[in-house]
């Protein structure tokens, strides 16, 4: 806390979003098959040693270890309700989507890797299943997300369900003959976060509206796990 109060407080300009390093607190082993490239989906952040402003095209920062200026977070209205884990479903990003929200506005995200926590992995998420249910579920919530943020007319949904198409045969090949266990299974996992967006381009055609944790756009789509950590 002490770190991200002194970085509120110097940085210049003042950051708006800010976040740290989140370490793995694991309650069973790493499954060898779990490689890098699917830590995040554990929540699980390390982007440098040194404080620096993030490349928000493909940097983040994590709920576990985050702190916003809540008068600029009110203004954006605070996190869309029909993102994020709602009930047992495994939709995510609603994070991501007020990161890009602030973004958008001309903000920027601000890591400091001194504002370090623990983040507790349960032995129910070191299973394939799991794996496989959240990377799909990842790609219905990117759907989402970019439903709500702009207009996504029929053609241009195909042109993408199309491109995410031509994309699978390579990830669905290597995930069945590459000879190194891990990247079999990352590729299974990108194979099925590509299915997952392509259902969401069609189930998710436009935002929702009024957002609502009992609406459908909420509540019909996503696979099941326990409650959340």
């Given at each position: 806390l002490e770190a991200i109060l002194t970085a509120f407080d110097t940085v210049r300009p003042p950051p708006v979003c800010l976040g740290g390093r989140i370490e793995p607190i694991w309650e069973g082993a790493r499954p060898k098959w779990v490689g890098d490239a699917l830590l995040g989906y554990l929540t699980i952040v390390d982007w440098s040693?040194?404080?620096?402003?993030?490349?928000?095209?493909?940097?983040?920062?994590?709920?576990a270890n985050m702190a916003f200026s809540t008068a600029v977070l009110r203004c954006l209205g605070g996190f869309s309700p029909?993102?994020?884990?709602?009930?047992?479903?495994?939709l995510s990003r609603e994070e991501l989507h007020v990161q890009r929200l602030l973004v958008a506005a001309g903000h920027q995200l601000y890591y400091e890797p001194r504002a370090t926590v623990g983040h507790h992995v349960?032995?129910?998420?070191?299973?394939?299943?799991?794996?496989?249910?959240?990377?799909?579920?990842?790609?219905?919530?990117?759907?989402?997300?970019?439903?709500?943020?702009?207009s996504l007319p029929r053609r241009r949904r195909v042109r993408m369900a199309l491109h995410n198409l031509l994309l699978q045969p390579q990830d669905w090949?290597?995930?069945?003959l590459h000879f190194d266990e891990t990247e079999r299974f990352?590729?299974?996992c990108r194979t099925l976060r590509r299915m997952g967006r392509i259902q969401g381009l069609f189930t998710f055609s436009s935002?929702?509206?009024p957002p609502s944790r009992q609406s459908r756009w909420c509540t019909s789509a996503g696979t099941s796990e326990g409650p959340r950590s």
């Amino acid at each position: 806390l002490e770190a991200i109060l002194t970085a509120f407080d110097t940085v210049r300009p003042p950051p708006v979003c800010l976040g740290g390093r989140i370490e793995p607190i694991w309650e069973g082993a790493r499954p060898k098959w779990v490689g890098d490239a699917l830590l995040g989906y554990l929540t699980i952040v390390d982007w440098s040693d040194r404080a620096r402003t993030l490349d928000p095209s493909r940097e983040y920062v994590a709920g576990a270890n985050m702190a916003f200026s809540t008068a600029v977070l009110r203004c954006l209205g605070g996190f869309s309700p029909c993102l994020g884990r709602v009930g047992n479903k495994l939709l995510s990003r609603e994070e991501l989507h007020v990161q890009r929200l602030l973004v958008a506005a001309g903000h920027q995200l601000y890591y400091e890797p001194r504002a370090t926590v623990g983040h507790h992995v349960p032995v129910s998420r070191l299973t394939r299943g799991w794996f496989l249910r959240r990377t799909y579920s990842e790609g219905l919530s990117e759907a989402l997300m970019q439903a709500l943020m702009e207009s996504l007319p029929r053609r241009r949904r195909v042109r993408m369900a199309l491109h995410n198409l031509l994309l699978q045969p390579q990830d669905w090949a290597r995930s069945f003959l590459h000879f190194d266990e891990t990247e079999r299974f990352t590729s299974r996992c990108r194979t099925l976060r590509r299915m997952g967006r392509i259902q969401g381009l069609f189930t998710f055609s436009s935002a929702p509206a009024p957002p609502s944790r009992q609406s459908r756009w909420c509540t019909s789509a996503g696979t099941s796990e326990g409650p959340r950590s």
